[in-house]
């Protein structure tokens, strides 16, 4: 968003988020759409105690669209002709 020159709130619901992007012109797939249902972790992982724990499941399916949405941001970056940075762990 920086790098485009989105301003953005500091808040962590990252369908708000998706939403600026996509007002300044930027699209959104589908699969990274799905990536707003992570927002619930960014408040329940902080204040324990307010949800119930996530099942081994839910982070699974969790890890895996976190690690969907940062191939994505690599790929734009690869695109716009910027350095791919590699924020990824290797494996």
């Given at each position: 968003?920086?790098?485009?020159?989105?301003?953005?709130?500091?808040?962590?619901?990252?369908a708000e988020l998706l939403t600026l992007l996509e007002?300044?012109?930027?699209?959104?797939?589908?699969s990274i759409r799905r990536v707003e249902t992570?927002?619930?972790?960014?408040?329940?992982t902080r204040y324990p105690g307010i949800a119930a724990p996530i099942s081994h499941e839910e982070y699974e399916e969790a890890l895996k669209l976190a690690e969907e949405v940062v191939l994505w941001v690599q790929e734009q970056f690869e695109?716009?002709?910027?350095?791919?940075?590699?924020?990824?762990?290797?494996?």
């Open positions: 968003m920086i790098r485009h020159g989105v301003e953005f709130p500091y808040v962590h619901d990252i007002k300044a012109g930027h699209r959104i797939p589908e992570l927002t619930r972790f960014a408040v329940f695109t716009q002709g910027g350095k791919r940075p590699d924020i990824l762990p290797k494996k």
